[in-house]
């Protein structure tokens, strides 16, 4: 099965049959619950797993300690076998004051597994804060999966200085007025966002923070936002996550024997190391696409079938060809450099290029 509902399920990701996927791209379609089919990371204790913990009173960010833990299993918007990533829903951490001094908080934690494929990417995802007055942290624990979070990586502050009218919405940005963000670090498999407590002055009428990690460019901030009681996006919202062949060593070096269980075996593809060391990812070599992994999954890409990427100019018109595309013109000539219609000035020449 290579669907779940309208998300395709692209090897090495798969199910049933353990020669379905490789060692740790096992997923699960649940298509009993109602709706659409969902598709989720095969759930194991130790990774991936997502974490909800709630606490009903005051909360300190030093020391987590949960009155409530629920564990879940991963669920996946899509999966990219060309760029290397899947696309996780992830919920939204809330800390809602209850009176002057007390919350109702609810993080958000994920554990993708040490020993796992999968990688929070630093480039596609940023750390977002929501509220009047909040420091919103990224935490990642230091070894045991649980209740208690330590390792605070980067934060960032929002400070209305308890007056909304300082909140803007900008054109969606986070500057720090009501919202505020931080870029990630490298190299994490464990995350949550916590806050620093902090005075929250408006929690008559604002009395919700919220932290988020969340795909770059998707949250647009809305002063709206400030006014929220509960979940902001209950769904969750997408985070980035990059994966990788992992313990394999990395790319065996060029011409020698590949080693068993080489996961880069369509033809025209090619084996590029990440930076974590003992990983490697397979892509389509240039002018192919498709999947890597599978025999033959590398095709030639039809350049004409992407006019906006791989354009004609006035006059030539787009003929594919293996590793590559022409554009012969009328006259002859190559119409891909824009040199269709030669020794006119160029009013004429988009003229004749009309017609
Ligand atoms: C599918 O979802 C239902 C309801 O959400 C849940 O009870 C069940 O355990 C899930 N099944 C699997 C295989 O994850
Ligand atoms: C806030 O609520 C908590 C528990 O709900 C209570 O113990 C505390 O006294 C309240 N504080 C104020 C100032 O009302
Ligand atoms: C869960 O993950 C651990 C560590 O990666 C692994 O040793 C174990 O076999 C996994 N359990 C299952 C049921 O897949
Ligand atoms: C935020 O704006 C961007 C750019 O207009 C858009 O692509 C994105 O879907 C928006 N996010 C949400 C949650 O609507
Ligand atoms: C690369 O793709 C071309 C076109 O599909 C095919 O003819 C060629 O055999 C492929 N190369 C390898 C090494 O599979």
Redesign the pocket.
Same mark, same amino acid.
Request: aromatic share 0%.
């Given at each position: 099965q290579d669907m779940c509902g309208n998300i395709s399920i692209p090897f090495p990701f798969g199910m049933g049959k353990p020669r379905c996927f490789l060692p740790g791209f096992e997923v699960i379609c649940n298509t009993s619950s109602s709706g659409r089919p969902r598709l989720f990371l095969a759930y194991n204790e130790s990774g991936p797993v997502q974490v909800v913990s709630a606490l009903n =009173?005051r909360f300190t960010a030093r020391n987590v300690t949960a009155s409530f833990v629920m564990k879940n299993a991963v669920e996946l918007m899509d999966i990219s076998v060309a760029h290397n990533e899947a696309r996780a829903y992830r919920a939204v951490s809330s800390a809602c004051s +209850?009176?002057? +001094? =007390?919350f109702r908080a609810k993080f958000q934690y994920t554990n993708l597994g040490d020993e796992g494929p999968f990688l929070l990417s630093a480039m596609r995802n940023v750390l977002i804060g929501v509220g009047s007055n909040v420091e919103s942290m990224m935490m990642t624990s230091t070894g045991e999966t649980g209740n208690e979070m330590k390792a605070y990586m980067p934060s960032c502050l929002s400070n209305l200085m308890g007056k909304l009218k300082y909140a803007t919405d900008g054109n969606g940005t986070c500057s720090g007025l009501g919202c505020c963000q931080a870029a990630l670090p490298l190299n994490v498999t464990e995350f949550g966002v916590s806050f620093m407590p902090r005075l929250n002055l408006l929690w008559q009428t604002n009395p919700c923070f919220y932290g988020m990690l969340v795909e770059k460019s998707w949250y647009n901030f809305s002063v709206h936002d400030l006014y929220g009681r509960e979940l902001l996006y209950p769904r969750g919202v997408p985070v980035v996550l990059e994966f990788a062949i992992r313990n394999l060593g990395s790319c065996p070096p060029e011409g020698q024997q590949k080693p068993q269980g080489y996961a880069c075996i369509s033809g025209n593809s090619t084996c590029v190391n990440t930076t974590r060391g003992d990983d490697y990812v397979c892509k389509c070599l240039e002018h192919y696409d498709g999947n890597p992994y599978i025999i033959g999954g590398c095709l030639d890409i039809d350049e004409c079938k992407l006019p906006d990427s791989y354009p004609c100019w006035n006059g030539g018109i787009c003929s594919n060809r293996l590793e590559g595309y022409d554009c012969p013109c009328k006259s002859g000539m190559n119409g891909k450099t824009g040199h269709c219609v030669e020794n006119f000035p160029l009013p004429a020449k988009v003229i004749v290029g009309k017609h």
């Open positions: =009173h +209850t009176n002057s +001094t =007390h």
